[in-house]
C-alpha cells in the first residue's frame, strides 16, 4: 500500500474555512481528510495495545491566526510521511483499524449511504454472477458472498480474489488492480465508472473474480474440486485467448481438441507446462535497463518478474528477474496531473535492487501507472514463499473469523473484569463515606482508607471476576489494574493484557471522538475514573469489532525488503 497527499483542497463551511489534505492510495485519488480525522485516527492507534512502534504524529500549532500557504504545505508533507510511515509497520497494516479507517474515508469521500446493492462479479469468461451486498462491504466480505453463491468450498475461497478489469472497446481485456480489503468494490467500480464517463472514453470497467496465487502446485487443490476446476479452466481459456500464456501453434491445436472433449482437468495440466502460465500481464512500462527509456512489456508470476524488450535490431528479447534475488524495492511518486480531482493519478515508479552476480547489485527502474500492482504482486510471491516453507497454507474464511474473535474476546473480558473492579471500588469508596461521616459526627478526623493491594493482586492474578467467559487469564499481569497512579504524559492508555493478534475496534466518527476525548482525561482522574474510561474504550471497541467479525484482512505495504535467497533455500 502506497500512500500520498500530493495536495490539499480549501473548503468553505458557512463563515467557517478548513483544509482537506487529498489523500491518494496506490496512486489513485482516494479520498479527502482533514488534520483532525487523521489525528483522531492516531490517537486510537495508540489505544490498541498490540501495535508498537507508532510514528509520532505531526504537532499542531497553536495559533489563533490562518495557516500560512507554507505552513499548509509542511503539514500536508508531515501528513504524508506519517501515513507512509504506517503502510510500512506490518502491525498496523494487518490490524483492521487501517482498513475500517479507510473504508470509513471511502464512504465520506463519496457520500455513499450503506444500503443493500446489487453487484455484478464476472468470470473471466465472460459470464457474471449477480451478489446482494451492502454498498460499504469490504473485498473479503464480497468474496466469501460470491464463494457461497457459486458454491465454491469454503476452503478454497482465498485461492482467489476480486480484480478490476478493463475492457476496451475491442474486447481487449486490462488487469488495472486488485481490490484491497481497504475498499469497497461497489464503491470503487462506480468510481472507475465515472472516470470513464468523465473522460468520455468507450471503456468499461468490470470485477473479475480471478485465482490469487503464485505456485502452481495449488492447482491441485482447485482441480480436486468441481467448481475450483471450472473457474481454472476458464481462466486459463481466457488468458490463452488473450496470448497472455504463450503457446505454440501446435499446442494450441492441441488444447482446442482437449478443451471439444470437455476435459477441462487435463486442459489445466496440459497449459501448466506453457510459458507465462499463471503470469499476470502489466500495461507498458518505461525502464533503465538495459539501457535510459527503453520501453517494456512486463508480466509477473512463477516466482519471476519478466520483461519483454524490443532490441535496437527490432528483435524482441525477454528478461527474467527472480525475485529471490531481488534485494528490495521501492515505489516513488514522480509527478501527477491535477486537471481534475476526480482524475487525479500519480506518476509511479518501481525501482528494485537486483544481484546479477554474486558481487553485483544494481537498481532497475520501471516507470509506469501500475507499478502499485506490480509492488503488490511480488510481495505476494514472498508473502507465499515465505508462509510455505514454514509449513502454511492458504487462509481460509474460518480461520479469519477465529482470528478476529480471539482479539474481540480479549478485549470483552477485559471490559468484564474492569466493570468489576469498579464495582469493588465504588463499594469501597461507600464504605469510606461511611466512616468520614461518622469520624465527622464525633468531631474527629481520619484518613480514608486505600484499596487494599490484596484486592488488586486478586484481580490482575487470575480467578473469574465477572459472568460466563469474561475473566482475565491469570498469567498475564495487566497495568490498568494496579494501584499505581498513570502519568498524564504517558504515551498511551492504561496498558492491558497483550493478545497475540490484533484487536478489533470501531472506526466510525462518533466512535472516535469519544475515544480520544476520554483518552485525553485519564492523566488528570482517579483511579477509578481512568478505570471507567477504559472500560468504556473497550466496550466501545467491543460495538465495533462485532461488526468486523468475519472481515479482517490484511493491506499490503508499498515494498518489501528481505535477505537475498535462493530456490533451493525455501
Known sequence: MHFSIPDTTEVKDGKSTYTNFNLNVNGVYFASLRYSQIHDFHEQLKREESLDGLAPFPSKKQTFLPLTGYEIDERREELETYMQSLSQNQQVCRCDLLN????????????VENTPVQLDIYLSNGRKVTVDIMAMERADAVLETVAKSIELPENLTYYFGLFVVLVESDDTQIIMRRLQDFEAPYVSLKYSSQLAEAGKVNTNYRIVIRKWYWDSSYDADLLEDKVGCNLLF????????????????????????IQTKGERKKYVEQAKTLHHYGHIQFLPV???????????????????????????????????????????????????????????????????????TKDKLQWVRLIGSQAIFMSSCLGAIVSELINKSSGGNIITPSEKNRKSLEAYSFKRNLAGAGLEYIAQCEAMAQQAEQKRAESNSLDSTSTPPEIPKEK???????????????????????????????????????????????????????????????????????????????????????????????????????????????????
Open 100 to 111: 475500517n479507517f479507510l473504508l470509513c474515508a471511502q464512504q465520506d469521500a463519496y457520500r
Open 456 to 570: 488488586t493482586r486478586q484481580i490482575s492474578s487470575g480467578g473469574d471476576h465477572s459472568q460466563g467467559e469474561d475473566s482475565i487469564n491469570g498469567s498475564e499481569k495487566d497495568d490498568a489494574f494496579t494501584s499505581e497512579p498513570v502519568s498524564p504524559m504517558a504515551s498511551g492508555p492504561p496498558s492491558s493484557s497483550r493478545s497475540k493478534e490484533p484487536t478489533s475496534a470501531s472506526t466510525s466518527s462518533d466512535t472516535r471522538r469519544v475515544s480520544s476525548s476520554s483518552y485525553t482525561q485519564l492523566g488528570q482522574s482517579s483511579m477509578k475514573d481512568r478505570l471507567k474510561n477504559f472500560v468504556v474504550q473497550g466496550l466501545t471497541s467491543q460495538q465495533g469489532g462485532v461488526s468486523t467479525v468475519g472481515t479482517s484482512g490484511e493491506a499490503e505495504p508499498s515494498g518489501g525488503v528481505f535477505d537475498t535467497i535462493d530456490d533451493e533455500d525455501l
Open 234 to 257: 476458464v481462466q486459463t481459456v481466457a488468458d490463452l485467448e488473450n496470448s497472455w500464456i504463450m503457446a505454440p501453434k501446435a499446442t494450441l491445436r492441441q488444447l482446442k481438441q
Open 286 to 356: 518505461v525502464t533503465d535497463f538495459p539501457k535510459s527509456n527503453t520501453r517494456a512489456t512486463i508480466s509477473i508470476g512463477s516466482k519471476e518478474l519478466c520483461m519483454q524488450i524490443e532490441t535496437e535490431s527490432g528483435q524482441s528479447k525477454e528478461v527474467a528477474f527472480k525475485v529471490t534475488r531481488m534485494r528490495c524495492w521501492k515505489i516513488t511518486s514522480l509527478e501527477q496531473d491535477n486537471t481534475a480531482l476526480m482524475a487525479r493519478e500519480t506518476k509511479l515508479e518501481l525501482a528494485f535492487d537486483y544481484l546479477f
